[in-house]
């Protein structure tokens, strides 16, 4: 388990963004990203979860929604990492994975393409 700052844990997803080209960054519509301590609910090893609408889903009508939300779990990340390096690299592919799913790519498609 490694033991990263809420600080330096918050750096470590914006370095994560930050590595994300900008034309994909730009295509991300009213959508937030919060680090959170642990997930709620039956999933306590889960890292990350979108809620919201995905970009592939929302009609013609859609609007005036509060944001999707792009949730990065520090408690789990930490427990499965085992050294600062292995964390900063699955806070990295958590980030992507999460983002995948508001363009609208599901698990399985991840999976295929080695994000998973």
């Known amino acids: 388990m490694v033991q990263m ?13 930050d590595s994300i080209p900008d034309r994909l960054l730009d295509m991300i519509d009213n959508c937030v990203i919060l680090v959170e301590e642990e997930p709620e609910g039956d999933e306590p090893e ?11 889903d929302r009609g013609d009508m859609w609007g005036g929604d509060l944001p999707d939300r792009i ?20 806070i990295a592919i958590t980030v992507v994975h999460e983002i995948a799913h508001h363009f609208g790519i599901d698990d399985d498609r991840l999976h295929e393409l080695g994000w998973g």
């Open 5 to 17: 700052s809420l600080e330096d844990f918050e750096s470590a997803v914006d370095d994560a963004l």
């Open 46 to 56: 889960l890292l990350g979860l979108y809620d919201g609408i995905a970009l592939t």
């Open 71 to 90: 949730l990065i779990y520090r408690g789990p990340l930490q427990r499965m990492c085992e050294s600062e390096e292995e964390l900063r690299e699955e």
